[in-house]
């Protein structure tokens, strides 16, 4: 896989109105490497299908990410496409590989995910931690019941506004003194 920040929308022109014909391109161009890809890592776990094969496999998945990255390091849309079709083959000969060499899948009903340079497991099931821990040693795995107590513990601010506008997504959580504006909350 290839850790590149959260793909903001290029063509969105409220988020990035100063984006260029070619950096929407080269967006659109990667996007369905970025699901393929999302895909994957749902399956396999963050950054763990290049482990799951030979070193020779891995070594090319790595070439065509940088091969990849230089496109759009360079605003290349047609060289983007080229590239995001060669990673896209990539993972799915890393998958097939994978599969064959009887490598397994995460389990369902656990979540990995990675915020702000720290990546933890939510599991819907404890008793498959022993297996994620094998498979993920030194990552922290939370239950679904440890989830809802620190949500329940969040402010009061928090849950009204999840209740008042339930498809908002909370991006950060700051003290009120952090905010620095006349806003009450």
């Known amino acids: 896989m290839t850790k590149r920040p959260h793909r903001q929308k290029l063509g969105d022109r409220l988020i990035t109105p100063d984006a260029s014909g070619q950096e929407v391109a080269c967006d659109h161009a990667v996007a369905p490497f970025d699901r393929l890809a999302r895909q994957m890592e749902a399956t396999w776990g963050i ?67 990675e915020h702000e340079g720290r990546t933890f497991i939510v599991s819907r099931n404890v008793g498959d931690w022993p297996l994620i821990q094998e498979m993920h040693p030194g990552v922290p795995i939370y239950s679904m019941h440890e989830v809802a107590v620190a949500l329940g513990k969040l402010s009061e601010t928090v849950v009204a506004i999840k209740e008042q506008f339930p498809q908002s997504q909370i991006k950060e959580i700051r003290n009120k003194e952090e905010l620095d504006d006349a806003i009450p909350f």
């Open 47 to 113: 950054d763990r299908l290049p482990e799951l094969v030979s070193p020779e496999t891995a070594a090319k998945y790595g070439s065509a990410i940088a091969k990849l990255n230089a496109a759009l390091g360079e605003s290349d849309p047609d060289a983007v496409a080229v590239r995001a079709g060669v990673c896209i083959r990539g993972l799915q000969a890393m998958d097939r590989e994978a599969r064959s060499a009887g490598q397994q899948p995460m389990p369902e009903g656990f979540w990995m995910h």
